[in-house]
């Protein structure tokens, strides 16, 4: 029973911080994947680096086809980060803790998460990424056609086309808003994109805003298949009585820890905008 209480604290965690984050990592375009091998937990994870599509050939029916060799490498992940909530509950007891109560303190846990985890994400793809070498602050007249030099560089690097993201800052999304004839509007998007927080739609780059960014970083465009995220509970968050402890007389606590980390396999997948 208290194992099933943890899974359901540990769903309703998740849940919140699901519907926070501005970098998600599931639906149709997400800003990051989550496939990995192994457990952070046991303090590393492998990651499968896409660098090139598999080879095709012509096939002889005579002979057959020669094999070739795959290029799928895989990046070490390590030093991932260590976050915990540990909230005093006063006047409750474990047994008698309103399930009210227990659910605020579990949500507001899953909003600061996504805080924690959106300002890491975006720094580690400012800091991993490419920056471009223009750093002209963007305009009005010209916020469009950078957005489309970023998208020709991405096609360049060998980056699909499909779901592809751009995080601007809430200025650039002004700039963007201004431009009555190249930006798709978030009422025209699809309900999808819109559930998954996008605002819009520039030269086929789905359109985030962040307060996250550098005061420096204009945009930064990418494809979540070079962009990645481990994230695992060390222990799903429960309630303890806190009855035992000398220091607290009918108090509890809401617990529970978590590790995490950003990494980009590909810098050339992640171009980064900015302003001298």
Known sequence: ???????????????????????????????????????????????????????????????????????????????????????????????????????????????????????????????????LADTTALTADTAYTVMVDIATQLTTNNVPMGSRF??????????????????????????????QGYVGQVAGLNVKVSNNVDANTEAIAGHADWCHRIREWVKTPWVQNLDGDANYIGASAVKGRWVYKHAVSKSAAVLVKTKA
């Open 1 to 131: 029973m208290a194992h099933a209480q943890r899974e359901r604290y540990a769903e309703m965690v998740d849940k919140k911080l699901r519907a926070s984050l501005v970098t998600v990592d599931s639906g149709t375009v997400p800003v990051f994947n989550t496939r990995y091998e192994g457990s952070p937990k046991a303090g590393a994870v492998k990651i499968p680096v896409r660098d090139a599509e598999i080879a095709i050939g012509d096939y002889d029916k005579g002979t057959g086809k020669a094999p070739t060799t795959g290029t799928t490498t895989f990046l070490t992940v390590t030093d991932f980060n260590d976050k915990a909530v540990n909230e005093i509950i006063d006047g409750y007891d474990a047994e008698s803790v309103p399930g009210q109560l227990v659910a605020d303190r579990l949500d507001s846990a899953g909003y600061t998460g996504a805080l924690t985890l959106d300002a890491d994400a975006i720094a580690t793809l400012e800091a991993e990424g490419t920056l």
């Open 166 to 195: 751009v995080i601007v800052s809430p200025a650039v999304h002004g700039l963007l808003l201004k431009d009555t004839k190249n930006f798709i509007r978030q009422g025209d998007l699809s309900q999808a994109l819109v559930q």
